[in-house]
């Protein structure tokens, strides 16, 4: 009896393991958030920011408005002007996910964390990517 107990749970461990492993992996960026920062269009990029959002970029860390959020990225876009977007790793559960991503430019490659939350942005981190 307790072989077959034992094996029972083992099971019913697996498969909700599986399940959860396959939502989290159900999980993606909004489309409209990598076109955005794939095209450099911080006004488009800005539709998907909460209200505030925290921004870290390049090591300054801000806590600003949507619209200083928008200028802070198209100053960003326009400094380092892209070649080339590609998220390499998504996660999160339920209504909170995140996205790992790297951003290249003609001379640089930076490593991009973006927070969602609710489908709203809530904190863009971006980082030079020393391993490239």
């Known amino acids: 009896m307790s072989i077959l ?13 599986l399940h959860l492993a396959q939502a989290e ?3 993606s960026l ?20 909460n209200s505030s959002i925290d921004l870290v970029i390049l090591g300054r860390e801000s806590m600003c ?18 070649q080339g977007f590609e998220v390499l790793f998504e996660g999160g559960k339920e209504n909170s996910k995140y996205a790992i991503g790297k951003y ?5 490659v ?4 973006i927070l969602i939350k609710a489908q ?9 990517d020393d391993a490239n």
Request: proline letters at 3%; charged letters at 15%; aromatic letters at 12%.
């Open 65 to 82: 408005s949507k619209s200083q959020a928008e200028q802070i990225m198209r100053d960003f876009f326009n400094k380092y002007p892209n």
């Open 104 to 108: 290249t430019t003609a001379n640089q």
């Open 5 to 17: 107990r034992s094996a029972l749970v083992s099971m019913f461990v697996l498969v909700v393991s």
């Open 120 to 128: 709203i942005i809530h904190q863009i981190r971006i980082e030079k």
């Open 110 to 113: 930076f490593r991009v964390y």
């Open 25 to 27: 992996t159900n999980i």
């Open 30 to 49: 909004p489309s409209g958030i990598t076109a955005a920062i794939n095209k450099g269009d911080a006004a488009s990029l800005s539709g998907f920011f």
